[in-house]
């Protein structure tokens, strides 16, 4: 039996497939993301006292502080665990259609 309702069908080319692309590319970040993390994590105490001085409030952008930035840093670990095995890999690269654009930080 095939699937045509019309709504579903959007649902999947609207949703399913565009959200699998982005993890895919979040996946094959993940490996820059981690080794650059271990480079920089000692920058960031995790403590709310200590803000990240990048001037840009003024453009409206929030001020984070050391707990933020480790705060981000422990669930993108999480998330990258959780979409890194073979398995999950293969679900989620199933439904992309586009080539995946990427090319690891050569700066490591």
């Given at each position: 039996?095939?699937?045509?309702?019309?709504e579903?069908?959007k649902?999947?080319?609207?949703?399913?497939?565009?959200?699998c692309?982005?993890v895919?590319?979040?996946?094959?970040?993940?490996?820059?993301?981690?080794?650059?993390?271990?480079?920089?994590?000692?920058?960031?105490?995790?403590?709310?006292a200590?803000a990240v001085?990048?001037?840009?409030?003024?453009?409206?952008?929030?001020?984070?502080?050391?707990?933020?930035i480790?705060?981000?840093?422990?669930?993108?670990?999480?998330?990258?665990?959780?979409i890194?095995g073979?398995?999950?890999?293969?679900?989620?690269?199933?439904p992309?259609?586009?080539?995946l654009?990427?090319t690891?930080d050569?700066?490591?």
């Amino acid at each position: 039996m095939s699937i045509t309702d019309p709504e579903a069908i959007k649902f999947v080319n609207e949703y399913i497939r565009p959200m699998c692309e982005n993890v895919r590319y979040m996946g094959a970040r993940g490996t820059d993301f981690a080794n650059k993390w271990a480079q920089v994590a000692g920058s960031f105490p995790d403590s709310a006292a200590e803000a990240v001085e990048d001037g840009r409030e003024g453009q409206g952008v929030s001020r984070l502080t050391g707990a933020d930035i480790n705060a981000v840093a422990g669930v993108f670990t999480l998330l990258l665990s959780e979409i890194s095995g073979a398995t999950a890999q293969a679900v989620i690269s199933k439904p992309c259609v586009r080539p995946l654009l990427y090319t690891p930080d050569a700066g490591g």
